[in-house]
């Protein structure tokens, strides 16, 4: 007898487990959803400190542009992982002006800070790119430091000179007027005063032409998935 409830009492049980199963695959049939668990693989991603080659497009000055200026270039060198490429040369780097800095003070240099916001693949593929400048070409004649900081040229032999001429030229109108040495001198200081005074009135820029050639690298891994329009 009680043998006969035991396996009356696992029929029971296992006809309810039938039917809780039976529900569960019509709800999810109703709803649309798989129950089957999926293992995910991560996004791959370009590493950080990969080398990021463009030419730009547009001119960028510390005289004519602020911040929030927009910039653009083209990828000049392929850019590869694993053996493929990633970013084709001719790809568009899109990107803004963070800060402009317009130094006019004798030791002051002025310059210039960028950020790429995105990588647009010439198939039409975008990718969020983060990134510092580390380099430019010579030719625009300016100079990065370690924070990405592009710098222009501050004073230079040039300027010095027309200091030097400016004192001379005080110095012996000084001498002319008052025929004496302190004449001299006074014409000096009032000379020098006012070349310095020249120079600092002057536009001394850091400008990056279209055609130079910038190098970035990446400051945090780039995820390969397409970044939103």
Same mark, same amino acid.
């Given at each position: 007898?009680?043998?006969?409830?035991?396996?009356?009492?696992?029929?029971?049980?296992?006809?309810?487990?039938?039917?809780?199963?039976?529900?569960t695959q019509a709800t999810n049939q109703?709803?649309? /959803?798989?129950?089957?668990?999926?293992?995910?693989?991560?996004?791959?991603?370009?590493?950080?400190?990969?080398?990021?080659?463009?030419?730009?497009?547009?001119?960028?000055?510390?005289?004519?542009?602020?911040?929030?200026?927009?910039?653009?270039?083209?990828?000049?060198?392929?850019?590869?992982?694993?053996? /493929?490429?990633?970013?084709?040369?001719?790809?568009?780097?899109?990107?803004?002006?963070?800060?402009?800095?317009?130094?006019?003070?004798? !030791?002051?240099?002025?310059?210039?800070?960028?950020?790429?916001?995105?990588?647009?693949?010439?198939?039409?593929?975008?990718?969020?790119?983060?990134?510092?400048?580390?380099?430019?070409? !010579?030719?625009?004649?300016? !100079?990065?430091?370690?924070?990405?900081?592009? /710098? $222009?040229?501050?004073?230079?032999?040039?300027? /010095?000179?027309?200091?030097?001429?400016?004192?001379?030229?005080?110095? $012996?109108?000084?001498?002319?007027?008052?025929?004496?040495?302190? $004449?001299?001198?006074?014409?000096?200081?009032?000379?020098?005063?006012s070349a310095i005074v020249y120079w600092?009135?002057?536009?001394?820029?850091?400008?990056?032409?279209?055609?130079?050639?910038?190098?970035?690298?990446?400051?945090?891994?780039?995820?390969?998935?397409?970044?939103?329009?």
């Amino acid at each position: 007898m009680a043998k006969r409830i035991a396996i009356a009492v696992a029929t029971i049980a296992l006809s309810l487990t039938a039917v809780a199963q039976q529900e569960t695959q019509a709800t999810n049939q109703a709803t649309g /959803k798989v129950n089957t668990t999926v293992n995910v693989a991560p996004m791959p991603a370009l590493p950080m400190g990969t080398a990021v080659k463009m030419k730009l497009e547009t001119i960028l000055s510390t005289v004519a542009n602020k911040a929030g200026d927009p910039f653009a270039g083209r990828v000049t060198q392929d850019v590869a992982m694993n053996g /493929k490429v990633v970013i084709p040369v001719g790809s568009s780097i899109q990107g803004h002006v963070v800060r402009v800095n317009a130094e006019r003070r004798y !030791k002051g240099l002025p310059s210039l800070e960028l950020h790429p916001d995105q990588v647009i693949t010439p198939n039409g593929d975008k990718y969020t790119l983060n990134a510092v400048v580390v380099d430019t070409d !010579k030719a625009s004649q300016t !100079k990065v430091d370690d924070e990405g900081h592009i /710098k $222009g040229a501050g004073i230079d032999g040039r300027d /010095k000179m027309e200091m030097a001429v400016g004192a001379g030229a005080g110095a $012996g109108l000084g001498a002319l007027v008052t025929h004496s040495g302190t $004449g001299a001198l006074i014409g000096g200081v009032v000379g020098g005063t006012s070349a310095i005074v020249y120079w600092l009135t002057k536009h001394k820029s850091a400008t990056l032409p279209p055609g130079t050639e910038i190098v970035m690298e990446l400051s945090r891994p780039m995820t390969l998935n397409a970044a939103g329009d």
